[in-house]
């Protein structure tokens, strides 16, 4: 079989880079619609009781996506802070999706105020009210919360994160001038911390992880083409991977974040290991035709045994009842087999491209990389009961290690502290206790939800 293989691609290697190329260019466009994603939703599975309940929820009162302005001031009851307030809930509330808003000047409390929002009087009522206290206004007076209810609908969900932008450029214009600090959270302004965030990530280690598979390939052969083919191997596979993933209507999220290392890492495997056995037959004075064919016929059977158990490893995931968890373990499954795939069909046709006298010119690694691999080789044959046992008793105590992991899901421990988002939350939950809602769903038979003891 395995020879089979080796003459078809060799055979047909203008065909396949063909086919192959056209493959990643068609992949592009699907790739491209790939967006961050983090809302509720995508954690849970659509059989899921839980996400039933919530869409009970939602349908029911629309919202629970809270986006909380926190406004510090020496006095946040001074007339320039309230005007402030008052204007910003007033253009706030006019965007679309926002349900209502809840604030000093829009409230029951401003309500009974009369308009008199500058009196001791509405002061002393929003002080001693426990509702108010902790939630809309600090007990000191010196911060208070816009609270932003923004809907549910699938609309709405697609313009989120543009208008947690809007909702800062409103903030930043209505307190120009005006003595007073703001910090917004929620979740909607938590999303868009991530999107941006995962964008700015990806932007400098996207090509921080090319540079350094190129640097290592060429390091290891000394030839800048072949250095450049494993890079070639792993665009393909990420491309083909997000495009699946368009294709499907999933999204990135915090955790897909990862597929890009994981693929880059183990496409890049496959292809050295090509790279490698052809090159050393070359040197050993094999016509390059038949080092290609002799080394895929060698390789593709514990190449593809090894890929094999990582997509079955992969896909173990999809035991999980997180949807982004199982999304994972399919898309990264996807890479590792396309990366295989374009291993042994587009290297070994791009390794015939290459002439002959260049394949034979500094291509052996260099001294100090032999001298490494020599010295490991030594150490597990001169000392292979003293590799064994370090091996057990590092195994033990990461076993250890790995017991004392805590499981839980706090989203803002995905940003780094010091990060805005995160310190403008932080600043939010000290105020008021926090920025994410909490909902409990209560029904009643017909009439019984308006009784005094059902509402106590």
């Not at 993933?245 to 999933?250: S, V």
Request: charged content about 20%.
């Amino acid at each position: 079989m395995a020879d089979w293989v080796a003459a078809f691609v060799l055979r047909r290697r203008i065909l396949l880079s063909v086919l192959l190329v056209l493959l990643a260019a068609a992949a592009i466009s699907p790739a491209s619609r790939v967006r961050f994603d983090n809302t509720i939703e995508i954690w849970f599975l659509d059989a899921d009781p839980a996400l039933a309940l919530y869409r009970r929820f939602s349908d029911h009162f629309r919202t629970d996506d809270l986006t909380v302005v926190g406004i510090f001031a020496d006095d946040v009851f001074d007339a320039a802070v309230l005007g402030a307030i008052d204007r910003l809930s007033a253009q706030v509330l006019d965007q679309d999706h926002v349900l209502r808003v809840q604030s000093l000047t829009h409230s029951t409390y401003a309500e009974r105020a009369d308009s008199d929002l500058h009196s001791a009087e509405f002061r002393e009522a929003v002080l001693a009210s426990p509702a108010a206290v902790g939630n809309l206004v600090s007990a000191d007076a010196t911060a208070t919360a816009v609270v932003i209810h923004y809907s549910r609908s699938a609309d709405a969900a697609a313009q989120r994160y543009g208008f947690a932008d809007d909702v800062r450029l409103l903030v930043d214009a209505e307190l120009q001038g005006v003595a007073a600090e703001f910090a917004i959270s929620g979740a909607a302004a938590m999303g868009r911390a991530g999107q941006l965030k995962n964008k700015g990530d990806l932007a400098k280690f996207v090509p921080l992880m090319f540079l350094i598979i190129v640097l290592t390939s060429w390091l290891v052969f000394r030839r800048i083409r072949l250095a450049l083919l494993p890079l070639a191997v792993v665009s393909v596979a990420v491309v083909c991977s997000f495009a699946v993933m368009g294709i499907l209507g999933w999204h990135m999220t915090m955790i897909s974040a990862m597929l890009l290392p994981l693929i880059l890492a183990i496409g890049v495997a496959d292809t050295i290991h090509v790279i490698a056995r052809v090159t050393a037959r070359i040197e050993a004075g094999q016509a390059r035709d038949e080092a290609i064919r002799s080394s895929l016929v060698q390789l593709l059977r514990p190449c593809f045994f090894t890929t094999i158990t990582t997509i079955t490893a992969l896909l173990a995931l999809l035991v999980s009842n997180i949807g982004p968890v199982r999304q994972f373990g399919v898309i990264a499954a996807i890479g590792v087999l396309t990366a295989f795939v374009v291993s042994i069909t587009l290297v070994p046709a791009l390794l015939m491209m290459i002439p002959a006298r260049d394949d034979r010119q500094g291509s052996r690694p260099r001294p100090m990389i032999e001298r490494f691999v020599a010295w490991l080789y030594r150490c597990s044959e001169r000392f292979p009961a003293a590799v064994v046992t370090t091996s057990l008793l590092v195994m033990l105590a990461s076993v250890w290690m790995a017991a004392k992991i805590s499981v839980g899901l706090d989203p803002l421990t995905w940003f780094p502290a010091g990060v805005p988002f995160r310190v403008a939350t932080e600043r939010v939950d000290r105020a008021f206790g926090g920025s994410l809602a909490l909902e409990c769903l209560v029904t009643t038979p017909e009439g019984q939800l308006r009784k005094p003891a059902t509402l106590r």
